[in-house]
């Protein structure tokens, strides 16, 4: 059904826009986590909506699964590629549509990078505020799948808090249009974080802000990350609602050092990164408190310009691919506890370090308890990469003990699907597999993913009895 379909995509596409080679098709084996790694049945480029709409319609007359991909920085394997289906790459689609100052909305391609629309604004005194650490190269397509945070989502909130509309294409290849003003059931909060099985976004109309009065970024060196993590704390206790804090150790320290020459304090056990943004008045306020609560650093270093703030923000934002300096494979874990829960988890995590004897560098959202624990391993070494996959479950298993979750933003994809049932009764399960069944009955929009075992819309919920039946096929496989 592939090979009929491949014969036909020329009624939709240019012939540039369909690739068939295997060693271009290796370029979209994976995303950002290359532990998990597919070829693609086909890869198509499209220009527009009807062209995406046109190659999913194909899709359902033959049967064929699709999955959408972006700039592939995703870090759950929410892209990976079926070998028996099309993936649908929007890179291609990058323009920015429309800028309204007045309403304070952008209206964006899905290809069009985050970094890119604050480029677009920043003169006029604007910016858009969810800022992943792949900023940079990442898609507001992929935003949208994954419901991407970034370091300011502390004050600012996820991508779902600065989507207004979203016009997508259907998993039967219809173009519609999801607003937030929609009576009835809120479907864009719905479609926003739901990794693409819930259909493809083909243009997106995004919240402006205000480009902040006053921004105060602080760096304070502690001799451990316990201090760190108390100053942290006591920030939050005294009132202070900082736009991000930041924290990496000692390890993630040496790691940004060798790879982008941050120049952080040497010896630091723990580098905290705090940004205090608002009225000048309040910023000012909030500084002289924050002074205060950081007495125990051995340093603290204010940025004067925005010039010293990148460079402050340099080695935070390279930190996960750093680590490539110091180990030759890593996993990039996601996980979410409570603050007051942190010098726990940090400590159930060196204890699992020290037992498997795998390192992990810890760099984390502190402000609202998102860690994001880096897995080192060799993987030429045998048996590395699985006690690399034992450490990194656990730490989510340590999350979920701590009353936390097994995502915080970087999506459930193929890594962490099998963790799912840990944290959800079969209950929550079957009722999400209900909405996507909703949007998707013959679940061919990015299929095998966030679910450990894939239910065939028409299934009446409850404990199954029997092998499923994709299962029995060989087409999917239950954990």
Known sequence: MLAELIGRLGEVLEPGAIITDP???????????????????????????????????????????????????????????????????????????????????AVVEPGVTNLAITEAVRDQGYYYAPDPSSQQVCSIGGNVAENSGGAHCLKYGFTVNHVEACEIVTPDGDIVTLDRTDPGYDLLGAFIGAEGTLGITTKVTVRLSRTPEAVTTVLAAFDSIEQGGEAVSAIIAAGILPAAIEMMDALAIAAAEAAVACRYPENAGAVLIVELDGPLAEVERQFALLTQI????????????????????????????????????????????????????????????????IRVANVFHAGDGNLHPLVLFDDTEPGAGERAEIVSGRILDLCIEHGGSITGEHGVGVDKARYMPRMFTAADLDTMQLVRCAFDPRGLSNPGKIFPTPRLCGEVPGVRKGVHPLVESGKAEQF
């Open 23 to 105: 060693v271009r098709l290796r370029t979209y084996e994976c995303d950002g986590l290359t532990y998990h790694r597919a070829m693609p049945g086909v890869a198509v480029l499209p220009d527009t909506a009807e062209q995406v709409a046109g190659v999913v319609r194909l899709c359902n007359e033959y049967g064929v699964p699709f999955v959408a991909r972006g700039s592939g920085t995703g870090l759950s394997g929410g892209a990976l590629p079926r070998t028996d289906g099309v993936l649908i790459v929007t890179s291609r689609m990058r323009a920015i549509v429309e800028i309204d100052l007045p309403n304070r909305r």
């Open 294 to 357: 950081c007495a125990k650093a051995f340093e603290l270093r204010v940025a004067d310009d925005a010039a010293e703030r990148a460079a402050i923000w340099k080695g935070r934002k390279s930190a996960f691919a750093a680590v490539g300096r110091i180990s030759p494979a890593y996993i990039v874990q996601d996980g979410v506890v409570p603050r007051t829960s942190l010098p726990q988890v940090l400590a159930g995590i060196d204890a699992l370090s020290r037992e498997h004897g």
